[in-house]
């Protein structure tokens, strides 16, 4: 869906697509972050008490949800010649094997310069059960002489 600036309104929302976690995605991430904590690998190490939460088990890289909120974003974005230029995340709670997760977007406003024009995005991500897990903010601009890129 291809969108310009002058089309978004305050409230818009963004869907991103759905995320079945599974100890292989969980695993993959660790190859492809080279981040092996235990937190993400061992059941054991999880058993116990972590910190002062006892997760019960493994769970997915907080990181994972930075990366399916960036895929949304830029999804949402790319089409329309604008550029993902910020985002911050909160964890908010842990995801376990078996959960499927969405990120969503939601317009929080919009902001013109003299040289360039800004979208401010709440993010979040949310699982099966409609729990937050992920939480944030998002900036996205769209440049004055943006050209909408073309599939190819």
């Not at 291809?2 to 089309?7: G, N, S, V």
């Not at 769970?59 to 949402?76: A, C, K, Q, S």
């Not at 360039?116 to 939480?135: C, F, K, M, Y």
Request: with cysteine.
């Amino acid at each position: 869906m291809t969108t310009t600036f002058e089309a978004l309104a305050t409230g818009d929302a963004i869907v991103g697509p759905e995320f079945a976690v599974s100890r292989d995605s969980i695993r993959l991430f660790c190859d492809g972050s080279l981040d092996y904590n235990p937190l993400h690998l061992d059941d054991n190490y999880m058993k116990g008490d972590f910190g002062k939460t006892n997760f019960g088990g493994i769970i997915m890289h907080g990181m994972n949800n930075f990366g399916l909120i960036t895929r949304m974003i830029t999804d949402w974005a790319d089409p329309a010649g604008a550029v993902h230029r910020r985002l911050e995340t909160r964890w908010v709670r842990p995801v376990k094997p078996g959960d499927t997760i969405r990120p969503q977007g939601i317009i929080k406003s919009k902001q013109t310069t003299e040289r360039s024009r800004w979208v401010i995005i709440e993010v979040l991500v949310r699982n099966q059960h409609g729990d937050d897990v992920a939480t944030g903010e998002a900036m996205v601009e769209f440049p004055r002489e943006a050209q909408p890129h073309q599939a190819g």
